[in-house]
């Protein structure tokens, strides 16, 4: 078998934790996985709930078709785009938002948020449950980049002005920057696997440039949850393994390597 890059091994499995964590909150019969992508948090909720029916919505036709290839017992898929009005109704007692709603703010921001959650509420039975497994955005906190090598710098310099999301606002002192620690986060965690990464990579770049991970705050999406019909049951932060970003250290110096959080926030209609 393959071997798992160490890093997306950690994560599978914090992961998996995760969806076990929230499934104590799950109802099990009738569940929607909303952004299904390939099908990773279906086949794991399956392994929990072997009897529920499972559908799985996602806007990638590839990727329902792989969901499709597991051949799973009870689960089905619908292509659509959860950010407008389903085109289809449903009942479900359970509804999961797994790392696809920073894709919603990217692309739609607050306003799509509001319709992707009114479709969980439409989609869910009176006290059927919400879970939520996202990218923390950190609260306002002014920290530095101090670069090692000018390359880097450089992509730094084109990461502010390619990146579509937000302005990236940042004060430059020789090889030192100055900004809020959400850009700096969005900056090192798209660099990872080095500043180099994008090189010739125009079509990645570009789609990166697109997307902001850390897309809002624990109290942005508590109040949107609540706002959407929803009563908090669970809120947790997860704190990623600081390893993968420690990569970015040979060409940059920051000082915040702790503020990789996830939320994992449950509700219920
Ligand atoms: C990062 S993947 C997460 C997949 C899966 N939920 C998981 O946690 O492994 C995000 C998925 O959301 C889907 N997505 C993003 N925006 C969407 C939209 N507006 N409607 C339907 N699916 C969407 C993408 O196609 C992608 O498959």
């Known amino acids: 078998m393959e071997e798992l890059?160490?890093?997306?091994?950690?994560?599978?499995?914090?992961?998996?934790?995760?969806?076990?964590?929230?499934?104590e909150f799950l109802r099990g019969d009738a569940i929607v996985e909303f952004g299904c992508g390939s099908g990773f948090v279906i086949e794991n909720l399956k392994e929990i709930f072997p009897d529920?029916?499972?559908?799985?919505?996602?806007?990638?036709?590839?990727?329902?078709?792989?969901?499709?290839?597991?051949?799973?017992?009870?689960?089905?898929?619908?292509?659509?785009?959860?950010?407008?009005?389903?085109?289809?109704?449903?009942?479900?007692?359970?509804?999961i938002f797994s790392m696809c709603l920073h894709e919603i703010f990217s692309y739609h921001?607050?306003?799509?948020?509001?319709i992707a959650l009114a479709n969980a509420n439409d989609a869910l039975v009176d006290g059927g449950r919400l879970a939520i497994l996202e990218f923390m955005k950190p609260l306002p906190q002014t920290v530095t980049l101090k670069f090692k090598d000018n390359n880097a710098l450089?992509?730094?310099?084109?990461?502010?002005?390619?990146?579509k999301?937000?302005?990236?606002?940042?004060?430059?002192?020789?090889?030192?920057?100055?900004?809020?620690?959400?850009?700096?986060?969005?900056?090192?965690?798209?660099?990872?696997?080095?500043?180099?990464?994008?090189?010739?990579d125009d079509e990645h770049w570009l789609e990166e440039m697109a997307?902001?991970?850390?897309?809002?705050?624990?109290?942005?999406?508590?109040?949107?949850?609540e706002a959407s019909g929803f009563r908090i049951l669970d809120i947790q932060e997860l704190t990623r393994e600081p390893r993968k970003w420690e990569s970015m250290l040979d060409s940059v110096d920051f000082e915040f390597k702790d503020v990789n959080k996830k939320i994992l926030l449950v509700a219920e209609k």
């Open 5 to 23: 890059d160490p890093d997306l091994e950690s994560w599978l499995n914090e992961k998996r934790k995760a969806i076990a964590g929230i499934s």
């Open 52 to 95: 529920a029916r499972i559908i799985g919505i996602d806007l990638s036709e590839e990727r329902l078709g792989k969901v499709n290839e597991l051949n799973l017992d009870g689960v089905t898929t619908k292509l659509d785009d959860f950010a407008e009005p389903l085109r289809f109704t449903f009942e479900a007692d359970s509804a």
């Open 109 to 114: 921001g607050f306003a799509g948020l509001k």
């Open 154 to 163: 450089d992509w730094f310099l084109k990461f502010a002005r390619d990146f």
């Open 165 to 200: 999301p937000r302005t990236i606002e940042f004060t430059r002192k020789g090889d030192e920057i100055r900004l809020d620690i959400a850009e700096a986060t969005e900056f090192v965690s798209k660099f990872f696997r080095g500043y180099d990464c994008y090189e010739g």
């Open 211 to 225: 997307e902001t991970h850390f897309a809002f705050t624990r109290d942005e999406i508590t109040h949107l949850v």
